[in-house]
């Protein structure tokens, strides 16, 4: 009798001992799993493809030209003094790139899309009518009347840049001079000579000048690089 006990008693110690182990495995591979979740809910990015899609509607307000900065941080500020986070968003100022002649040479500059104007979005009623229109360098809401009118989606995403890669554009070639303008040229057989611009072409990067040559005006074609501005 004494020794199927002592049979007994040992097979149950053996079945204790490897319980344990593995109940571990099981909680350690539970654990992992749900590591692996937690991870692969993180990586996921719920924010809009599109700044038309976030909460508010998007608003043109009109500024002193030269101080958009300044207003852009005046109405931030303001927004989070009077506690309006809540229906004053974000201020932006949209920006372009442009091609500019310097010294002769192609330089790619940013530059305001709109000098004097900034885009705020919010949702818009009294108090955050009131509390953008009476901000230092504010000068008014853009629309018609009395009444602010929201961007549409196609204004919000062109003002702010939302493009697909295939569809971005060139910057924009921006001249320092206009038609009527005295220009010196710089390069080829004219170089030295004086003129004035006649015309302009854009899509060629080129302009017309009217050059004195034997005491006549003669235009001449050149290219953007080849004229400085007198």
Request: no cysteine; net charge negative.
């Amino acid at each position: 009798m004494t020794d199927v006990g002592t049979e007994e008693l040992v097979a149950s110690s053996d079945e204790d001992e490897t319980t344990p182990d593995e109940s571990s495995d099981e909680t350690v591979e539970t654990a992992g799993d749900t590591a692996d979740e937690v991870v692969e809910e993180e990586e996921i990015d719920d924010t809009p493809a599109s700044p038309f899609d976030l909460p508010g509607d998007w608003y043109v307000v009109h500024s002193y030209s030269g101080y958009e900065n300044k207003v852009k941080g005046a109405l931030e500020t303001r927004s989070h003094s009077m506690h309006m986070e809540d229906k004053i968003f974000e201020v932006a100022i949209p920006m372009e790139d442009v091609v500019e002649i310097k010294n002769g040479k192609k330089v790619t500059v940013p530059r305001k899309m709109f000098p004097g104007y900034i885009l705020v979005r919010m949702y818009l009623d009294d108090d955050s009518w009131y509390a953008v229109r009476n901000t230092p360098g504010v000068t008014g809401f853009v629309g018609s009347g009395t009444k602010p009118v929201p961007l549409s989606r196609r204004e919000v995403e062109r003002f702010l840049g939302v493009q697909e890669k295939e569809e971005k554009k060139s910057p924009r070639f921006k001249p320092e001079w206009e038609i009527g303008d005295s220009v010196r040229v710089v390069t080829g057989p004219f170089a030295d000579f004086n003129g004035s611009i006649e015309s302009i072409n854009l899509d060629q990067s080129k302009v017309v000048v009217l050059v004195n040559i034997f005491g006549r005006d003669t235009p001449v074609e050149l290219g953007f690089e080849d004229i400085l501005k007198n």
